[in-house]
């Protein structure tokens, strides 16, 4: 009788998984959003999982300069914590091409949800705005990967998953050259500055002979 009950369970968590990511695609389709994924398990060991919903970078804009880095993350599966002294942290990176991973933290929203710990408050639905420096960047296609990773008591690992990486381009604009002076217009103001040194020395040649 237990095994019915917990299949009928199963299947009422996955219909309603199914419902939150249809809700999820639509709500994108409304905002302008880039993409919406989902990432992680819901059963097994060390179950997490969230939904990525990516704002900026977009694949059909060319950047220069600066990129806005914008997404939102929603997390649908996280370990509850009981202990009287663990907490749980949401640590966020963005990676782009072969560089090193940067840390981001989340910016704090009045729509922010927390789930309260006995050492701090995780927040479920955390969202990122940053402006990111990619004028070192080669003009050309490049890639951005986000990686969410969930630690306990701050040191222990508890789940990290990267999402599909995403795409842009860089255009950053052509510098403009410098003039130079020619060299027949310095030999000009050359001779011009001497021909006035060798006229005012005469002019005051003649006067002093004058008198």
């Known amino acids: 009788m237990r095994q019915p009950v917990l299949l009928l369970a199963l299947s009422l968590k996955k219909a309603a998984l199914a419902l939150v990511l249809s809700l999820l695609f639509l709500i994108v ?20 999982a969230f939904t990525l919903i990516m704002y900026s970078p977009r694949s059909e804009t060319a950047y220069s300069d600066t990129m806005l880095l914008q997404f939102n993350i929603t997390w649908t599966t996280f370990p509850r914590i009981f202990g009287p002294e663990q907490s749980l942290d949401g640590v966020y990176t963005y990676r782009i091409d072969d560089n090193p991973p940067v840390s981001i933290a989340p910016n704090q929203s009045a729509s922010d949800r927390v789930y309260v710990t006995p050492l701090n408050n995780f927040t479920i639905n955390p969202s990122f705005s940053y402006l990111v420096n990619i004028a070192d960047l080669p003009d050309g296609d ?7 990773s969930l630690y306990i008591n701050g040191n222990h690992l508890y789940f990290s998953e990267s999402a599909s990486p995403i795409g842009f381009l860089v255009q950053n604009p052509t510098p403009t050259p410098t003039p130079e002076e020619s060299f027949p217009n310095v030999l000009i103001v050359v001779a011009s500055v001497a021909l006035a040194g060798v006229g005012a020395g005469l002019l005051l040649y003649f006067r002093r002979h004058k008198h």
């Open 142 to 148: 490049h890639k951005i990967v986000i990686t969410a």
């Open 29 to 48: 389709g409304m905002v302008g959003a880039q993409s919406v994924s989902y990432y992680g398990r819901d059963s097994g060991v060390n179950p997490a």
